[in-house]
Each structure stands twice: as C-alpha cells, then as structure tokens.
C-alpha cells in the first residue's frame, strides 16, 4: 500500500476507532508550521473534513514569521480558513518574555499558555474539538517519561482522545498510530513546505531526549516502539480501576478560568509568581 493511502486509512481508524470527530462536525487544528501539522491538515481536508487552523504567534520573531509563511502557503492552497492569534494579545506576554524566570521550564510555561489560547479559542469559536498533529513515536515519547515516574494521571493522557473535561475542551489525535517517518515520508510526497527550524527551547525539551532514546531502541529491536505504544492502549481498561483524582476547580480570581488554586498558572507566570 502506498504511504498515500496507509496515511489516510490509518487516520479514518482512529477517527472512527476513537469517535473523534464527524464530517458535519467543525474541528479546530492546531497548526505549528512543522511537518506533522501540515501534513494532518492535508490528509483530513483530502478526506472532506471540516478543519478550521488555529497558529498561535508565540512572539519568537523570526522563527515565528517563517512559521506562518509555511502554513499560509498550504492553507491558501487547499482553502482552509485560518486563524491568527497573537499570544502577547491574548495573555499579555510573548513566551521569550514569559520564560525570562523559568528558562528551564520554557516548554511547561509554553505549554500553559498555548493551552489557555487553544482551548478559549475553541469554545468561543463553537468548535467541537482541537486536534493535533502528535503521532505515535510523540505519544510513546510521553508515555514512556511518565511511565518512568508511574505517574498514572500523565499516562493516561497519551490516550489519542481526551473528553471534555475540568473546562478544557475536546482535544483528539488522529495521527497516533502514523509514525514518525510515514509523517515525514507523507510531507515529501505532497510538497508541503514545512519549517525545518526548531523553536529556541527546543533542545532543552526533555521529550526529544525520550525520542532518540526509542529510536534506538527501534534499531535494535524493530517495531518496539509501535507494539510499546500500542500495548498500552490494549490494556488502558487496567488503569481504570485507579480512582480518578477529584479535583476541586475554582474561577482563577484574576482570569475566572477554572483552577485548583486561587490564580490560574498562566496569571502567575504572568506576575512572575508561578513556583514549580
Ligand atoms: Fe513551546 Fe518551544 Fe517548548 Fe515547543 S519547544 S513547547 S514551542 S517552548
Ligand atoms: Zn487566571
């Protein structure tokens, strides 16, 4: 089978597996200029879907602006409307000047604050779910680092579909059982233009670090990674039996979105207040 073809039966699998998403449904991609968001927003446009993209504007200058110009390209080519937000509009900081406190945590401030943007955008805009171009070898990434720590709560995250839930949207995978190099190979075929560059934390990022430990271990032992990620969606029903944690939410006293504390994480950072 063509890797055309294996993309896109693997991903009508997970949609349908995993009841994602329907045709008539209005579905929110979040779209970073890099191989696997614009290959996932070709495949689903390819199979009638009706995605709207979502960039958040991180404020990183040039990589930012190359970023943009690479999803404009493919958005105006398949006619997909597009959506800009700028992350200093919306939450008053550009994540360079977010992280001037944490430059060691950049990606979980990072992540906070992309989280916020998503998920009001999406619920404003009446969107029945965000999607994200994560693929397999990204879910065995995260599954594996929480595995290590046997956090039970992250782990259930690596689910390629996370309900509604605590406030926060929707959020689905549709790539989860494309690997990494089908992403890749896919992007070649089509002639996306995708950004080569990586964002100026990203070598700090633990997840690339979990990464290139799995790709070896798919060297020495082929498919390990696809059977280790795939296992552990085969015995999820396992660690249900663990209670979930009864998490008492409350509006954030500054922004009134929903938290476990006084002030949301995002308006901590914001006041530089924010203890990890
Ligand atoms: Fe944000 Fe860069 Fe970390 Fe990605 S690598 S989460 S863009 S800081
Ligand atoms: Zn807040």
Sequence with gaps: MNIEKRIKNKVNQAIKKYNMFTRKEKVLVAVSGGK?????????????????????????????QLSLSKIEKITTHYKIP??????????????????????????????????????SFAKEGGFHILVTGHHLDDEAANLLADNLRWDWGYMKKAQPLLNEKYGFIKRGKPFCFVREKESRAYALLKNIDFIHETCPYEKNASRRKYEKILSKMDEVFPNM???????????????????????????????????THHTCRVCLIKQKKWKR
């Design 36 to 64: 696997d968001s614009l290959s996932l927003i070709v495949v689903l446009k390819e199979l009638n879907f009706n995605i709207e993209c979502l960039f958040i504007d991180l404020g990183f200058k040039k990589f930012s």
């Design 82 to 119: 597009l959506h800009i937000v700028k992350a200093k509009e919306l939450v008053g900081v550009t994540i360079p000047q977010a992280v001037v406190k944490y430059p060691q945590n950049a990606c979980a401030v990072c992540g906070s604050i992309k989280r916020k943007i998503y998920n």
């Design 225 to 259: 990674v696809e059977q280790y990620y795939k296992n552990y969606l085969k015995k999820y029903h396992s660690f249900k039996v663990f209670p979930e944690e009864m998490l008492i939410l409350n509006p954030c006293q500054i922004c009134g979105d929903l938290t």
